[in-house]
């Protein structure tokens, strides 16, 4: 827990001791039933259990002990004291496995029991881990169809689901319905849970059909055999209560008031009896009579009976209060609707008590940013207000107005029509605000005077004695960023270009994250667990070299070595925009510590996402349960322009998919691009539109506010399901006196006297490039408190896990230098000759799954199209990959005219050349599935960027006695076939066209002609090759060649020379049988026995008639269109 949350909750401890809360009036069912003595007994008795129990496990632990162990955890962990339920619960699980051995029943137990509690905290990838391992060894030991092994996999399923991956926990689910139906028949009561479980995926899974039909006969099958009084009979009928509610409000939006009664009455009927079984048999304080209550009420508040729906609230309030506890976050939600419900009745003053607690309560555990946290604040502010109190509603209504508009967070979680309601909620939420602003206007300005007295921490917390003592630190932060912003102002001014604005408008929110939040060692940039800072918005790079700088960050060479070094030097930051500066007009990736190469917007944000996947698969493939090597989040800092490409939706709609939690976005609304104002070229609603990636979307209203961000982050980290975009509004140049606001200040540097005037409101001396000690050591002394200490924890975590694990650990080593694992190649095999063949994606697509087998960390995507592409396709990151020098590979299929029917939008006969034009990548294209087997040898080793080129289309695979070896691809170009002597014609081709090559080249040596016919699968390759090579393939002495490529000539030119010819595309291609197209366009042998009768001529064709050939492409295209008949 960080301590501002400690400091936080106890500010709220001790606010409620001074306004008496133990004595607080009481709301009436309260009361009744006394203030929970139960739980507070039965928590100083589990005190003394665990004492007493721990001091047996040192000594002498017996399965008795450990599982009493096992027991506390689960009973703290259902009155929500989940961490210590935790501990305790690893407690059992490493002190059964090691008394008993890790095969052991108890330790299995342990460790389901484990697994449980990680999930109840909401931690389901470590779920996850103990309830698989607990599987896989019951599984081994008692067989796959034991009643202990299917309750592994019923929640190994369970966990699979809460982690989003849906199609797996569905299945399993489904197995094991199916292995309990086999072995134990369909009316058993393993069975009926399993089908139970079932009905519940489908339900949330978009199946309510099914899912009705499953609840239902879970329920008539219970009924027979347990009877009413049954817990399982009752959760049967509460499930088939919540289908027909379901149903009721499905019937609602089709206006079918009939059936929704009808729904209605059935959902009444089922949860009366619910609710009487369950307080007869079960209690009123057991879970499920409470869940059975709580839908009562609400479903008499949907149907506007209050007086019912408030008793039946009042009565789960109470037992929820015995039960769990006041604190639980189960009994403030239910406080809060008994709230509504007091509310509609005009019992405002016991609504105000409820909200009050509620309020309390949830700030105290989900922070006073979080969506329903803000709900409840508005409500105790609503009912403030009509109980005369303004003064005290007044903060409350400025808090949600300057964090609520964009947490319209009304659907429950799960439920159908989520995003409908979280948008319609969102939009309405708006127009409440909207009214309120208005309202308070109207407000006795008395009492607007009044209120700005307050904060909302003084109105929680009461006045805080803490507050002076902050004081002192918050000028330090002040100083930090003044630094900040003088640093950018006045590096753009001595380059005479950059943009000062954002970095002026930003410097708090980076503080704020970099000083409170970020776990990142400055001495050690490297550290591998880190979190990710990535600066999106390139232009602002000055932030980001100041950040650096401030923050003492170390230089750390390419090969991953700590100089000792200052990364960014002050002297670096003079010399900003010059040539050969660290410090560039946009961040590149280097020794500087630059996370990510910047500038082109959106692609920083897009590239974010990634880097949280990456996060996410390391620690699902090394984390150990006691060992949680990796978990570090991702920061990404986009403005609007980042918000306005097309890529950064497409990126956060995948963040959304991925339940990415460890992906926080801090979106700039400045409302400035370059020219202007945002409204005139955006109206859509941003925030919105994330609610609808499914993300979590918080605001906060003013750019400055260092402690409203620093709640901002803390409430993204404990978001648990979705990745979080915090909306800050801010001001652009902030603090200029003529230049905040507007958009010179994006990219012009602000002048000199703006610069003096500015500093002076910032109260910052006018000295160039001041950076003082206090400010540098504040800021470093932060984080190296917290990045540093954890960097530390981290590398001793890692020695033990070198000892634990040393499989693992070497395989951690060897990816980190970059390393492959020994034989990497052992499952790729050669393909025998085959004249039919297979398309280059097909051979490409079994190499690359062969060489994933012997290579863990190969990790590849492909959006939905693997079907159709085999792998993936996608161009618009590659020039960051080439400049950042990251070996990925961009794999593109459907080469070129040989696609065929699907015609010239399909057929990219541009794309070749222009991937060849980019610096540092290397482009393979293959001619059979022989040459991708040794393209894949060769490009995994290879620490550049790749881009490989499929066919789309079958090629036929070579007989390699015939021609020579496809290992020759590991030099980029070979002699496939040749003649005796000096060849006085060469013939070069790629892909494709190789294979028509070969036919012009056997008609061409049955005329005598000493031909040679050369693969050139990667140009780039060949080039780097010694000249004795290069000369060996392509003598200078024989001038006479042709290339061809069903592809623009343009990269040929060096190899072909002013006297050789290109067969290639002129104009874009057209539809139609691929055999056909690519005749049409001049593929055929004749015509490259043509063009090579000319270039042996010494006259080939000339230049102007490929523009010609253009020409006469686009005048036939005009002569169509003015065959069109005329309207
Ligand atoms: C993909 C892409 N398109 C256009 C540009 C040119 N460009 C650089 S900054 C900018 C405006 C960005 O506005 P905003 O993100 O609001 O930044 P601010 O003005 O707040 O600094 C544009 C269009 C670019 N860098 N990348």
């Given at each position: 827990m960080g301590t501002w949350t400690a400091h936080f909750i106890q500010r709220i401890l001790d606010a409620r001791r001074r306004n008496g809360a133990g004595n607080a009036k009481t709301l009436p069912s309260v009361t009744q039933t006394g203030a929970n003595p139960g739980t507070r007994g039965e928590s100083k008795e589990t005190e003394h259990g665990e004492a007493m129990h721990r001091r047996e496990l040192g000594t002498n632990p017996t399965p008795k002990t450990l599982q009493s162990v096992g027991r506390m955890a689960a009973m703290r962990n259902q009155s929500g004291q989940h961490y210590e339920a935790v501990l305790l619960a690893q407690e059992a699980f490493l002190g059964s496995r090691k008394a008993f051995?890790?095969?052991?029943p108890h330790t299995l137990d342990a460790l389901s029991n484990l697994g449980s509690v990680w999930k109840a905290q909401g931690e389901h990838e470590e779920a996850e881990k103990c309830f698989r391992g607990a599987f896989k060894l019951r599984h081994d030991?008692?067989?796959?169809?034991h009643p202990d092994t299917l309750t592994s996999l019923n929640n190994l399923a369970s966990a699979l689901d809460s982690l989003g991956r849906a199609a797996e926990a569905g299945r399993l689910y489904q197995e094991c319905l199916e292995r309990r139906c086999n072995?134990?028949?369909?009316?058993?009561p393993d069975t009926l849970t399993s089908a139970g479980n079932m009905a519940l995926y489908l339900r949330t899974h978009g199946q309510p059909a099914k899912a009705r039909e499953l609840f239902e006969q879970v329920l008539v099958g219970r009924r027979k055999i347990f009877?009413?009084?049954h817990m399982d009979t009752i959760i049967s009928m509460n499930n088939c209560a919540s289908v027909a509610m379901d149903n009721a409000e499905e019937c609602r939006r089709k206006c079918d008031p009939r059936e929704e009664t009808r729904q209605q009455h059935k959902a009444e009927a089922l949860l009366k009896e619910a609710v009487v079984a369950g307080s007869n048999y079960?209690?009123?304080?057991?879970p499920v009579t409470l869940r059975a209550m709580n839908n009562l009420a609400g479903l008499h508040k949907d149907r506007g009976q209050l007086d019912k729906a408030k008793l039946m609230y009042e009565k789960a309030v109470a037992g929820l209060r015995a039960a769990?506890?006041?604190?639980?976050l189960d009994t403030l939600t239910c406080i809060n609707n008994l709230g509504g419900v007091l509310r509609s009745l005009g019992e405002v003053d016991d609504a105000e008590e409820c909200y009050k607690e509620a309020s309390i309560g949830i700030v105290e555990k989900?922070?006073?940013?979080?969506p329903t946290s803000l709900s409840t604040l508005y409500n105790w502010a609503l009912t403030l207000d009509e109980l005369g109190d303004s003064a005290s509603a007044l903060p409350l209504y400025l808090h949600e107005l300057d964090h609520g508009p964009?947490?319209?967070?009304?659907?429950?979680?799960?439920?159908?029509?989520r995003s409908k309601r979280f948008v319609f909620g969102f939009r309405f939420i708006q127009t409440k605000k909207a009214n309120h602003r208005a309202g308070l206007s109207s407000h006795a300005t008395h009492a607007m005077a009044e209120a700005k007295m307050l904060t909302i921490e003084d109105l929680i917390?009461?006045?805080?004695?803490?507050r002076k003592s902050e004081e002192k630190t918050r000028k330090r932060d002040e100083l930090v960023i003044s630094c900040l912003r003088s640093l950018a102002m006045d590096a753009v001014q001595q380059a005479n270009s950059g943009h000062p604005g954002t970095p002026m408008a930003m410097a708090p929110v980076a503080y704020s994250l970099w000083a409170?939040?970020?776990?990142?060692?400055p001495e050690c940039?490297?550290?591998?667990n880190r979190d990710r800072f990535v600066l999106?918005?390139?232009?602002?790079s000055m932030l980001l070299y100041g950040l650096l700088h401030v923050a003492g960050v170390k230089e750390v060479t390419q090969?991953?070595?700590?100089?000792?070094?200052?990364?960014?030097a002050l002297e670096d930051i003079k010399s900003?925009?010059?040539?050969?500066?660290?410090?560039?007009?946009h961040p590149e990736v280097?020794?500087?510590?630059?996370e990510m190469t910047t500038g082109p917007l959106g692609q920083g944000v897009a590239t974010s996402v990634g880097m949280a996947i990456a996060s996410k698969w390391l620690a699902s493939n090394f984390n150990k349960p006691d060992l949680p090597l990796f978990g570090f989040d991702v920061f990404a800092l986009a403005g609007d322009g980042c918000m306005q490409e097309g890529v950064s939706g497409e990126a956060a709609s995948l963040a959304g998919h991925l339940k990415l939690n460890n992906l926080c976005w801090i979106w700039d609304?400045?409302?400035?691009?370059i020219e202007g104002n945002t409204a005139w070229a955006i109206s859509e609603d941003i925030a919105t539109r994330f609610v609808a990636y499914g993300w979590n979307v918080l605001r906060v209203g003013?750019?400055?506010?260092v402690e409203a961000l620093t709640r901002a982050f803390l409430s993204f980290r404990r978001e648990q399901d979705r990745p979080t975009l915090i909306v800050v509004d801010s001001h652009i140049?902030?603090?200029?006196?003529?230049?905040?606001?507007?958009?010179?200040?994006?990219?012009t540097p602000l002048g000199e006297k703006e610069v003096a005037a500015t500093k002076h409101i910032y109260n910052?001396?006018?000295?160039?490039?001041l950076v003082p000690e206090e400010v540098v050591g504040h800021f470093r002394q932060q984080m190296l408190e917290r990045g540093g200490a954890k960097r530390q924890h981290w590398e001793q975590m890692l020695a033990t896990y070198r000892v634990q694990y040393p499989q693992e650990g070497a395989l951690l080593q060897a990816m980190l230098d970059g390393q492959l694992p020994q034989?990497?190649?052992?499952?790729c095999q050669a393909f025998p000759a085959d004249?039919?063949?297979?398309?280059t994606r097909q051979s490409s697509s079994a190499c690359l799954n062969s060489v994933a087998k012997g290579l863990p960390w190969l990790i590849g995507g492909s959006a939905d199209l693997a079907s159709s592409c085999l792998t993936d396709y996608m161009r618009p990151p590659i020039r960051m990959a080439a400049l950042m020098e990251v070996p990925s590979v961009f794999v593109f299929t459907?080469?070129?005219?040989?696609?065929?029917?699907?015609?010239p939008t399909h057929q990219?006969?541009?794309?070749l050349c222009s991937l060849r034009s980019i610096p540092g990548l290397f482009v393979f294209r293959p001619c059979d599935a022989n040459e991708c087997l040794e393209m894949w040898k060769a490009v995994v080793p290879m620490k550049d960027p790749v881009a490989v080129v499929l066919s789309r289309q079958a090629l036929p695979t070579l007989d390699r006695e015939k021609f020579?070896?496809?290992?020759?691809l590991h030099r980029g170009g070979y002699v496939l076939a040749d003649s005796e002597g000096m060849p006085n014609l060469i013939l070069m081709a790629t892909g494709s066209e190789v294979h028509l090559m070969l036919q012009a080249h056997e008609v061409l040596a049955g005329r005598g002609i000493k031909v040679r016919s050369v693969s050139m699968p990667c140009m780039e390759l060949f080039k780097t090759q010694p000249q004795d090579y290069i000369d060996s393939v392509?003598?200078?002495?024989?001038?006479a060649r042709v290339s061809l490529e069903a592809?623009?000539?343009?990269?040929?030119g060096a190899l072909i020379g002013l006297d050789g010819e290109h067969v290639g595309m002129i104009s874009f291609g057209a539809s139609g049988p691929g055999k056909r197209v690519q005749e049409e366009y001049g593929f055929t042998v004749d015509a490259v026995v043509m063009a090579a009768a000319r270039v042996m001529r010494g006259t080939?064709?000339?230049?102007?008639s490929r523009a010609q050939s253009l020409l006469s492409w686009k005048k036939r295209r005009l002569s169509s269109y003015h065959r069109l008949p005329s309207l």
């Open positions: 051995g890790e095969q052991a030991k008692l067989g796959p169809n072995t134990l028949g369909s009316s058993h009877g009413v009084r079960l209690g009123t304080r057991h769990q506890g006041d604190k639980h989900l922070g006073d940013l979080h964009f947490t319209g967070e009304c659907g429950s979680k799960g439920s159908r029509g917390f009461g006045p805080s004695k803490e409170r939040v970020l776990n990142y060692d940039p490297h550290w591998m999106s918005m390139g232009h602002a090969d991953g070595l700590l100089t000792g070094k200052m990364a960014v900003f925009r010059q040539f050969g500066s660290k410090c560039p007009g280097g020794e500087t510590g630059v609304n400045n409302q400035i691009t003013d750019a400055n506010d140049a902030w603090g200029a006196p003529t230049m905040q606001d507007s958009f010179h200040a994006h990219g910052w001396p006018d000295e160039k490039f034989d990497w190649d052992r499952f004249a039919k063949g297979l398309a459907h080469d070129s005219i040989g696609v065929g029917e699907d015609g990219p006969v541009e794309q020579a070896s496809a290992s020759g392509l003598p200078r002495a024989c001038r592809g623009r000539s343009d990269s040929w080939p064709q000339e230049m102007s």
